[in-house]
T-cell receptor, first 110, second 118 residues
Framework: SQKIEQNSEALNIQEGKTATLTCNYT??????LQWYRQDPGRGPVFLLLIRENEKEKRKERLKVTFDTTLKQSLFHITASQPADSATYLCALASDYKLSFGAGTTVTVRA | GAVVSQHPSRVICKSGTSVKIECRSLDFQATTMFWYRQFPKQSLMLMAT?????????EQGVEKDKFLINHASLTLSTLTVTSAHPEDSSFYIC??????????????FGPGTRLLVL
């Protein structure tokens, strides 16, 4: 069966450190993978898209890697700030539909 | 960035009544919109794909007669929960598909509608 797993339900880190989130998937062949941020009671906000033929993509303090052999994506938040505290969702795209992981809630302590 | 709005943001209704939720893409035309449902601490689950000018495509296990979808224009899709029951209480989120500058497409989400059925 198809499965998307995000490493942990919650991640607590100190301000200034790097948060690393993992997204593993099985029985998918996604054309691309996306990461979203979701705040409580709000809809997801698009952050980054990485295609199957791309290894790495960056946007400001965010970095995403995509390894189709390992079937894994890593999402890094460098120089983290309390404002980065939120739930981060990975989503796999297939036939224009998105399938979401359950998310990892990141809390950045000042 | 692309903006998608939803209305209402929160609704409380009595069991047996129907509730309509609107989803609008404010600054782009969306031939395809999606409706999701999210229960607390769970992932977003796709309910249906809404195509402008044609019938919606429902995911397995989603009752099309209970969750009526209308996509009458390129900027508006509506979801009507008919004869709502307490188990329909959830967070309903829509999204609209839009091409990115790189030629891919991504989805931009609305802020969600919290439905509580008493």
């Amino acid at each position: 069966s198809q499965k998307i797993e995000q490493n942990s339900e919650a991640l607590n880190i100190q301000e200034g450190k790097t948060a690393t989130l993992t997204c593993n998937y099985t029985n998918y062949s996604p054309a691309y993978l996306q990461w979203y941020r979701q705040d409580p009671g709000r809809g997801p906000v698009f952050l980054l898209l990485i295609r199957e033929n791309e290894k790495e993509k960056r946007k400001e303090r965010l970095k995403v890697t995509f390894d189709t052999t390992l079937k894994q994506s890593l999402f890094h938040i460098t120089a983290s700030q309390p404002a980065d505290s939120a739930t981060y969702l990975c989503a796999l795209a297939s036939d224009y539909k998105l399938s979401f992981g359950a998310g990892t809630t990141v809390t950045v302590r000042a | 960035g692309a903006v998608v709005s939803q209305h209402p943001s929160r609704v409380i209704c009595k069991s047996g009544t129907s509730v309509k939720i609107e989803c609008r893409s404010l600054d782009f035309q969306a031939t395809t919109m999606f409706w999701y449902r999210q229960f607390p601490k769970q992932s977003l689950m796709l309910m249906a794909t809404s195509n402008e000018g044609s019938k919606a495509t429902y995911e397995q296990g989603v009752e099309k007669d209970k969750f009526l979808i209308n996509h009458a224009s390129l900027t508006l899709s509506t979801l009507t929960v008919t004869s709502a029951h307490p188990e329909d209480s959830s967070f309903y989120i829509c999204s609209a598909r839009r091409p990115t500058s790189g030629g891919d497409e991504t989805q931009y989400f609305g802020p969600g509608t919290r439905l509580l059925v008493l």
